[in-house]
Nanobody
Framework: QVRLVESGGGLVQAGGSLRLSCAAS???????MGWFRQAPGKEREFVAA????????YYVDSVKGRFTISRDNAKNTMDLQMSSLKPEDTAVYYC?????????????????WGQGTQVTVSS
């Protein structure tokens, strides 16, 4: 079993920055990882993903140029640096781990999930 724990959420003004972290423990393996978010009344949506090697990354169009995903396999951690935040970025952010090394964008392909961390961007 893989356990994922997010941290770093909070309240920030529009235009500000936050850095989310995800720590993995348990039976970690060569897995791609991703960030998803869910705003009130909306479905969970893909935000960004990174391959096991860290060489490949992918972002949803709405965060391109503002968010950066990274990972440190030696520490079993993954981060999401968020800049130029907008009120529409407000959501609970979840980290997830796949069972393959290559990028996945569908939540159905991530069997392991963290508990989520709240990000609130005020206007």
């Amino acid at each position: 079993q893989v356990r994922l724990v997010e941290s770093g959420g909070g309240l920030v003004q529009a235009g500000g920055s936050l850095r989310l972290s995800c720590a993995a423990s348990g039976r970690t393996f060569r897995s791609a990882m991703g960030w998803f978010r869910q705003a009130p009344g909306k479905e969970r949506e893909f935000v960004a993903a990174i391959s096991w090697s860290g060489v490949s990354t992918y972002y949803v169009d709405s965060v391109k140029g503002r968010f950066t995903i990274s990972r440190d396999n030696a520490k079993n951690t993954m981060d999401l640096q968020m800049s130029s935040l907008k009120p529409e970025d407000t959501a609970v952010y979840y980290c997830a781990a796949a069972q393959v090394a290559t990028i996945r964008m569908s939540s159905n392909e991530y069997p392991y999930w963290g508990q989520g961390t709240q990000v609130t961007v005020s206007s």
